[in-house]
């Protein structure tokens, strides 16, 4: 069995918000007691519509955002509250890809600047070994060693994605959290970075956190889902029973929403009303009773708890069995 790498447990995290500028300060719940495990070269899709938390889950695993409650744990070592000298090492394990590769490139550095300046700052070998690694890692994702030179603004956005994934895997990282990685592209371009990554995952044994809007792509590359939902994860469990089976009203409504070019096929029923601006604020009880169509008295009093309700298999949902 593969031993366990990322351990996740009851994350939280909350901003400081204002109603107004002379209004009552208020606290933003972003991530709400969330809870997962990742083993070592596994991939766990996390799926969800935007505003829903992901983004911020992912920053905060890397404690780019100190988390607000609960703990982290990484290769076994409890992360928490480490300082960012003691977190320096856990950084060259755990890497992150961005949805925007033009924006996570800095525009003045050439790619050879971009791609050897993790290596620089973890004092990796020497000034010509890091150039060697920098031209390898760049031929690994599809480019030339002759693109080093050159600058981000030269490339296409799937060029530029592709940079951006040999910077995160030139220090040879355990866990790359991916972050909407392919939803700034064009469809083709998505195809083959989504084949890129699967190709890196096997020949380096990494472990993704793949964060997509889109759960027909996180099924194509995650062996288990977990769905979110204002903060909370909702339901979690492998990539085919959430596909072929789904427990939780929210997730239901998801995988409706896939595409289906079978007209005797299409679903016509849904579980979720229809989303109006009115249902962003977090409710009490279920997070997502205003939507929901099954939604009874006990969803509005009591919060439902993530549960086992098959093997592998977990929903917060009071109707889920």
């Not at 790498?5 to 109603?19: E, I, M, P, Y």
């Not at 977190?87 to 925007?100: G, H, T």
């Not at 939507?291 to 298999?313: F, K, M, T």
């Amino acid at each position: 069995m593969p031993e366990m790498l990322l351990q996740v447990d009851n994350l939280s995290k909350t901003f400081a918000a204002r109603n107004g500028f002379f209004g009552k300060k208020t606290e933003n719940v972003a991530v709400d007691c969330v809870s997962f495990s990742i083993a070592e070269g596994e991939t766990l899709g996390l799926v969800g519509e935007s505003g829903c938390g992901k983004s911020t889950l992912g920053l905060t695993i890397m404690r780019l955002y100190a988390p607000g409650g609960g703990r982290l744990f990484f290769g076994g070592k409890d992360i928490t509250h480490e300082n960012e000298k003691a977190l320096k090492p856990v950084r060259r394990e755990m890497q992150m890809i961005f949805q925007d590769p033009f924006a996570a490139l800095d525009p003045r550095l050439t790619i050879s600047q971009i791609i050897t300046e993790p290596l620089e700052i973890h004092r990796s070998g020497t000034k010509a070994e890091r150039a060697r690694k920098a031209a390898k890692m760049l031929e690994r994702v599809g480019l030339r060693a002759e693109d080093l030179d050159r600058f981000p603004s030269e490339f296409s956005g799937g060029q530029q994605q592709r940079i951006a994934i040999a910077r995160a895997l030139v220090l040879r990282p355990k866990l790359l959290i991916c972050d909407e990685v392919v939803s700034a592209l064009d469809v083709s371009v998505q195809a083959q970075i989504l084949n890129l990554l699967r190709d890196l995952q096997d020949e380096f044994n990494l472990a993704y956190l793949f964060i997509s809007h889109n759960i027909a792509v996180t099924a194509f590359m995650s062996r288990r889902i977990g769905v979110m939902y204002l903060g909370k994860l909702i339901e979690i469990g492998a990539s085919e029973q959430i596909i072929k089976a789904p427990r939780h009203p929210y997730t239901q409504t998801l995988i409706s929403a896939i595409p289906e070019p079978d007209p005797s096929k299409r679903e016509t029923e849904t579980s979720a009303k229809s989303e109006t601006g009115e249902n962003t604020e977090r409710p009490n009880g279920c997070v997502f009773r205003l939507r929901c169509a099954l939604a009874q008295d006990i969803c509005a009093a009591e919060e439902p708890q993530l549960r086992e309700i098959e093997e592998n298999r977990q929903v917060a949902c009071h109707f889920a069995g």
